[in-house]
């Protein structure tokens, strides 16, 4: 397995643009997790998909949040109209799917920050 | 309801033993513990399932009493390498989104 990569590392925008994350999971993983860090916090949930169903999004998730999973390979993650609020470490974890208690691992991370 | 971890930090010696305690509001199916160094991703150390169980790898352990809904890190004679952020997830079952706690930072001097 090479991990779970993420692309970009890092971003800087301005208030008001647009962003879009990729995150590819461990190949053969069905699960894909979106969390959000901020200094000093653990990772909070963002979303979750089986496969190529996103099956749960947080309340953190506003309406300008939105990520796709379109083959249930990679995912990516977007902002839209991003505000300073929006400045995050955004993490992807993934697992293999087959239990209750299977393994997250996650990946490096895109840390965003909003001008 | 987020986890609650204790101590919020700790300092050691080489060589000395810690532990970093997590303690839920609610019933769990597991708890996951991963470290998490500056800039880094959080790196999986163990999970602990629904049965009480114990485990352990290397120096470090960890327990999972379901009743008292409480997981505890055990660190025996820390490297230098053990130094970050410690972070309990707690997960509920199903697909397993996991709610984490704020972290026991954790600082080992030669």
């Known amino acids: 397995d090479t991990g779970v990569s993420q692309d970009p590392r890092h971003k800087i925008t301005k208030r008001g643009q647009n962003v879009t994350f990729r995150c590819d999971p461990i190949?053969?993983?069905?699960?894909l997790y979106w969390y959000r860090q901020t200094l000093g916090q653990g990772p909070e949930f963002l979303t979750y998909?089986?496969?190529?169903?996103?099956?749960?999004k947080s309340r953190l998730l506003s309406d300008r949040f939105s990520a796709e999973r379109p083959k249930g390979s990679f995912s990516t993650l977007e902002i839209q109209r991003t505000e300073q609020g929006d400045s995050a470490m955004y993490l992807c974890?993934?697992?293999?799917?087959?239990?209750?208690?299977?393994?997250?691992?996650f990946g490096p991370g895109t840390r965003l920050t909003v001008l | 309801q987020q986890p609650v971890q204790s101590p919020q930090a700790v300092i050691l010696r080489e060589g000395e033993d810690a532990v970093i305690n997590c303690s839920s509001s609610k019933a769990l199916y597991s708890v996951h513990w991963y470290r998490q160094k500056h800039g880094e991703a959080p790196v999986f150390l163990m999970i602990l399932l629904k049965g009480g169980e114990q485990k352990g790898h290397d120096k470090i352990s960890a327990s999972f009493n379901e009743k008292k809904q409480q997981s505890s890190l055990y660190l025996t004679a820390s490297q230098l390498s053990y130094s970050g952020t410690y972070f309990c997830?707690?997960?509920?079952?199903?697909?397993?989104?996991?709610?984490f706690g704020a972290g026991t930072r954790l600082a080992v001097h030669p």
């Open positions: 998909f089986q496969n190529e169903a996103q099956l749960e």
């Open positions: 190949s053969e993983h069905n699960r």
């Open positions: 974890a993934s697992s293999h799917g087959t239990s209750a208690g299977d393994t997250q691992y």
């Open positions: 997830g707690t997960g509920s079952g199903g697909y397993n989104k996991l709610i």
